[in-house]
């Protein structure tokens, strides 16, 4: 029989909605170590370095020199939809920063073990909190560190059984597209430091990413994937209308990054690094006409008006809603044919010239 004859609809049990809720903000290792990565930019790190143990299996920490948490924001610190950087709708607009839905800090309690140590310039030491699976503080203690905030989550999806058993299966592709994140942000992040490291089993830590935060985006290509392969790549520049600009590095058209699709594509809108599977298309359509047996490698940034991009549309805030994709997208194509064209003069392209 029908198994909702004669029974009575209830609520579910908050703990296991929270539960829910979370693990569609937190997919994966990487956006797990990404929300805290952005956290830490929001708060102006000049310095972030993320530690791994068991590739990020066992815990993952990220400890940076920002601005630190003041201690009247402790008790709230991990509840749902509490966030210090949105005050009402409207600034949704107007967004500048990575975080603003207060659900980060939250979702990672409900789905692992959450302690965070913190200190502001304020602070002469400082605290370390321990927050249970629904975001309460459970023991603070004093502790000695730098101004800045360290986040620890150990044994992330620990409290979703079916999720935790994949996770440690899959871990090293985990820890693959976590290394690609990270990238992501060594290549845009300016001023920024980042180090990643990662101990496994018996062996000492070892360095998995190193940057020095220099200035341009140049500087960055070359720390994360070398000279020569810089040599491969042409500055682009495309202007789509008086608010839109398309910035970054392209192959060159006899200089592919090889078969591998995507693996060295790397998108950004106004600095946040984004999944961006249309534009990902069409570069690697136009590419083909240059050069057809290699994917070309794409290190691009989209400036956008705040006010026309949403961020909001999925959880994990990896796809990013233009209100005028369609537009984009031709004067994206226009420009690609241009520059991949056998004629090309050159890479940077002026729709109103
Ligand atoms: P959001 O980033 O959307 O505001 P989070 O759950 O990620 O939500 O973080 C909640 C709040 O905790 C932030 O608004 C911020 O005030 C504070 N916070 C989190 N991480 C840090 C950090 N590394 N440094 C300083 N403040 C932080
Ligand atoms: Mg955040």
Redesign the pocket.
Known sequence: SPVNAGTTIKPINKGVVHRICAGQVILDLSSAVK?LVE??L??GATSIEIALKEYGEESFQVI?N????SPN?FKV?ALKH????LADFPDLQSLTTF????????SLCALGDLTVETRTKNEAVATHLTFDHSGQVTAERKTARQIG?T?TVKKLFSSLPVRSKEFRRNIRKEYGKLISLLNAYALIAKGVRLLCTNSAGRSSKSIVLKTQGSGSLKDNIITVFGMSTFTCLEPVSICISETCKVDGFLSKSGYGSGRNLGDRQFFFVNGRPADMPKVSKLVNELYKGANSKQYPIAIVDFTVPTRSCDVNVAPDKRKIFFSDEGSILLSLREALEKIYSPSHASYTVNKFR
């Open positions: 929300e956290n830490s929001d708060a940076d920002g601005s630190g948490i924001n610190l509490h966030t210090s950087k975080g603003f839905r207060g659900e980060a800090l939250s905030t986040v």
